[in-house]
């Protein structure tokens, strides 16, 4: 028999937050234990002991009775109290970079969904401005870190008392290309390109001029191009320099859903048959990626699934390939990805409540 | 010939303020007079001679050079110096109150596009709550208003000062069931139902969470039940009581666009051709309106035109119908109403402009 | 423990038949025996034992296999010989008259999706023009058949051989009006309005110009007024009369959704707690209506929920009513309530898998 | 004064005939003249004379009467009683094939707007099959053949007998690299790579399982790799080899509006101001292309008017661009190109019509 953990999340009001309290909510191994919901809480809600989940996200009530749980004010008291084993921080990075320390000293296990801990390379976090970059505790933490992507660092994971949860366009460009740059076939003289679209829950919820409905309705628009901060993730994970890479978001006119566009070389002919091989070996035992075979896939097919699902065509002439991955930036690009890696790290099945 | 004039604007970084200044640059009887566009211009901006059209509204940008016209920074002098004839707001109920006294003690004809001066019952006022409501200004600039809806008004809005244009519900609903109640059709013992649907770009501009993308797309939501501001306009243009009719608008995951279903039974029995005859009488001479003949008119057939287009069915008995009406909310619920009614004030061809 | 049983399904193909499918596998109490999936099936995909799921809908395909499962040519040989004890059928209206009595002879359980047998009174089955209504087979058939709507006959459902699942938009009407015209509160003589909105997947899968994205996208549009064809099951369910209603459906422009916003007035002035009373007190034990005690649902909120949403308001006066009803009409408004009645049936948890 | 003509119209009935239509009905210099519009007609509409406009498409009746002219019957008799200077062709690629010879045998000048004439070379035609091609008057029409874009053949159009109006995703590529590659800055060994991505309009009016709503909403699709056939074009009319580019159309959830998201290396470091400048005097005198200079077009920006917008980043190295056209596939992708090639053709001002 499986025993059950303790989980806390800080953050339930987000939209990867609410995904991640649904899957932890229903996770077979966490039946006897709901989370613990901690954050921010105003003074009229903290005296009636939290705001209850069920008006925070009204699609969250059923006849469990998870809609009358409640977010209750963050204290590290309350959570020795309840005592949690993993803590989920679905927090801006300047919070993550604050109270990841002070969790691990308190003995709790962190899996952490912002950027805060991702970026080994110096020159990669710049683009963040931590505050705190360079203080001996920021760099011990970083230490601890572990890329919480289980399809590269399963075993590491497994062990780790610090999961940085993966960006979500990182999550669709890493999975498509590690398998082919790691096995040495991409001609990176030719250089790569990752043209990206994410939905617009990918923005996150507050209201900007760039969520608008107005804004983002029937349209299409790219941004952070050469500059956005998930570039360092593809290129520390992939194992590829700036040069070899150009890397376009894209703002798609749908609320969730990630599709990458991957346009490489070969340095040798490969045909469809080699290129399964090299993609089957890499994620043998991967059971959250699909492999699509005869198709391409697309973002409905993966929307609201945890799966991240890869596919590509090659040219007449064997050296050039479009690849395509897709995935739900809420669930494989966030919480998904998260519980995958609870699962792995409490050696659970990896899919488990995943499906 | 027809004489042309010089039209202000303010307020055309707003939804609406940006189909006027479309509307305007491109209205045959004003091709050698752009509009002024003034309105808030912060110091860096007013140092260049305001903020380019074409930063605000990049669509707006044309090979006429419409995208390096100005938005000036607002005073009465540059209105004065500049010859304004009539003078477009687009601007808060507030700021409509505070302005309007001082334009028409200046000369100045206005049209306001918004909800300052549309209602004559204070009780109807009450849901506005103007500050100013009560003082001899306030009821002495009252007196001035003509309701903007040629349809109903057309003498009065030619001799004019004070143009107080219909919301875009509003429109919706009156035009459809005036010509039956006006009639003495409509059976009010038994209530009217007006189940209203617009797109978002009815909430305006400023980015809140019911604008966000993630609330609006894939959504329908109703608000505003047994309360909406529009109600009041409803009331006095049809020339009805509250208890006679139930108003319900609708939020639209689309931009653009109101729908109006509307509920009525009928004293006596009707056919299609008595009712056709009645709209035909009522809206001869007016070019805006379509009366659709063997179908229902849909949002799409309306948007992005300048028309109200009005359709019916009866029920087998000819005592019951369901109405439904659509048009943009930005256009004949707005700026394309504006400019009818300027086209009327200057004695111009009424469609001028508007096809 | 909980007996399991074998469940089959005709027509997976279409949107409802994937959400029946995606919940039956999943079903607790259905691990050991994944339903039988049957059809129409070309040659070439007979010759290799029918058309794997994970062909028919990609996003099925999980780590557990059930993209390899099979749609395999219908015959009741077949149905006999995987021993079905329910048989779903999400199949025309004509090919459910035909096939349901055949079912029934050979002792199998029927839940029919389709609007074949719900309809008791001949003038309300009219609408269908069924070819066979009128012979003796057809008549004791539909003796044989309860109306799907657990909320309301959940008893005769618990012993019923043959089940009528309720037509999405019906279901959306009903539940908000049952209540309370059956405490006698309604007041029938000034009529009720249900001014109902659904998504496009209500539409079905052919592709027809009313589906085409062009003409869905951007759009809202009435059809079927005075005359839709789940006119009759609010009548006969709720025991009203024709006269007693206008229920008028619109196309929405999302995929999945219905709102249905209903107008009544009553006889005697109600309270906000007399009608929750009401409420409460008819949907005790309904595990999957959710009430909405202190706002109004949207469509948001039962989008891919297996809930039936509940919220309303009153006027100042007492005597009229919005009332708001949402679901999801490939969820409560089919499959889910199709599993919601097997559960019934089967004497499980109403809930059991719906969550 | 400039002198009027007679235009006709093939194939209204389509989106872009649509858009045609609304072009030609407002174009100053055609103020006397309404196209003929001419098609397949049924007995039953040919027995009233034609279809009226406002049945095909009810947003085009207007004050003018617009919606009463007909769609008649095409005859050659019909376009010769009518005087037909100009025919435009918005048909299928083999009418088009059929139809042009004898219209330029009767005298005809012919804009049409399918891909039959646009190619020269047969090894780019083979995507489309023709049946005629090989024949001699095939091969003599085609000599008579324009490429419809006057940013790169005014002179030709102007006294062409046939121009071929290009394809839609064509103009988004061509547009912004025929100057670069013109300039010779493109380093072609490292190859190009156009990622566009276009709304559902251009799909085409036929219901299909990929223009269903439920398909394209809330979507995004990868389709034609390798193998699209618009590449042809953009080999021609850029000059270069189909080993140095892959152009890859993807299927937006939007209903017009077509994005190109191009990546390019340059020969030699480049400054915005030098590629400025290229743009600059390559589109020198063509109105209808809106060079951004500080921002990167949006879908929004160009919809529903008839530019094509450009704007790029260069990264800091200046040897690699992103660079992002946007258009209305519908207008500066279809029609409004048709009637920029019929302004320069009459030596009309170019962007008469357009604005």
């Given at each position: 028999?499986?025993?059950?953990?303790?989980?806390?999340?800080?953050?339930?009001?987000?939209?990867?937050?609410?995904?991640?309290?649904?899957?932890?909510?229903?996770?077979?191994?966490?039946?006897?234990?709901?989370?613990?919901?901690?954050?921010?809480?105003?003074?009229?809600?903290?005296?009636?002991?939290?705001?209850?989940?069920?008006?925070?996200?009204?699609?969250?009530?059923?006849?469990?009775?998870?809609?009358a749980l409640k977010q209750e004010p963050f204290s590290w008291e309350l959570?020795?109290?309840?005592?949690?084993?993993?803590?989920?921080?679905?927090?801006?990075?300047?919070?993550?970079?604050?109270?990841?320390?002070?969790?691990?000293?308190?003995?709790?296990?962190?899996?952490?969904?912002?950027?805060?801990?991702?970026l080994t390379e110096a020159a990669n976090r710049a683009v963040y401005a931590f505050e705190d970059d360079g203080t001996e505790l920021a760099a011990a933490t970083q230490l601890h870190a572990v890329y919480g992507m289980p399809e590269l660092h399963r075993k590491q994971i497994a062990d780790a008392r610090l999961v940085a949860n993966p960006g979500c366009y990182a999550t669709s460009v890493i999975l498509p290309l590690k398998p082919l740059v790691a096995a040495g076939l991409v001609d990176l003289k030719h250089g790569i390109v990752a043209d990206s679209k994410s939905g617009v829950s990918g923005?996150?919820?507050?209201?900007?001029?760039?969520?608008?409905?107005?804004?983002?309705?029937?349209?299409?628009?790219?941004?952070?191009?050469?500059?956005?901060?998930?570039?360092?993730?593809?290129l520390e994970q992939i194992g590829i320099a700036g040069s070899d890479i150009i890397f376009t978001p894209h703002l798609l006119p749908i609320p969730r859903g990630i599709m990458s566009t991957i346009y490489v070389r070969f340095n040798d002919a490969q045909t469809r048959a080699s290129l399964m091989k090299v993609y089957r070996e890499f994620f043998a035992g991967?059971?959250?990626?699909?492999?699509?075979?005869?198709?391409?896939?697309?973002?409905?097919?993966?929307?609201?699934?945890?799966?991240?699902?890869?596919?590509?065509?090659?040219?007449?002439?064997?050296?050039?390939?479009?690849?395509?991955?897709?995935?739900d930036n809420l669930l494989k690009?966030?919480?998904?990805?998260?519980?995958?890696?609870?699962?792995?790290?409490?050696?659970w099945l990896e899919s488990e409540g995943l499906e």
């Open positions: 028999m499986k025993e059950t953990i303790q989980t806390a999340v800080v953050g339930v009001t987000g939209y990867a937050g609410a995904e991640l309290a649904r899957l932890l909510l229903h996770h077979p191994c966490l039946k006897s234990k709901p989370p613990v919901f901690v954050g921010r809480v105003e003074a009229k809600d903290a005296a009636r002991g939290g705001i209850p989940l069920g008006e925070i996200h009204p699609e969250l009530i059923d006849s469990k009775g998870s809609g959570l020795k109290e309840r005592g949690v084993d993993i803590l989920f921080l679905a927090t801006p990075h300047e919070q993550s970079r604050e109270w990841v320390p002070e969790a691990l000293e308190r003995g709790m296990r962190v899996i952490d969904l912002s950027g805060a801990w991702r923005a996150g919820k507050s209201p900007t001029a760039k969520t608008h409905f107005m804004y983002a309705a029937d349209n299409l628009s790219a941004y952070g191009l050469f500059g956005h901060r998930h570039t360092g993730e593809l991967s059971p959250m990626v699909r492999l699509f075979d005869n198709s391409l896939p697309q973002i409905q097919n993966s929307v609201r699934t945890s799966y991240a699902d890869i596919g590509f065509q090659l040219d007449a002439s064997g050296r050039r390939a479009v690849i395509v991955s897709c995935l690009g966030a919480s998904s990805q998260a519980v995958q890696n609870m699962n792995v790290m409490q050696g």
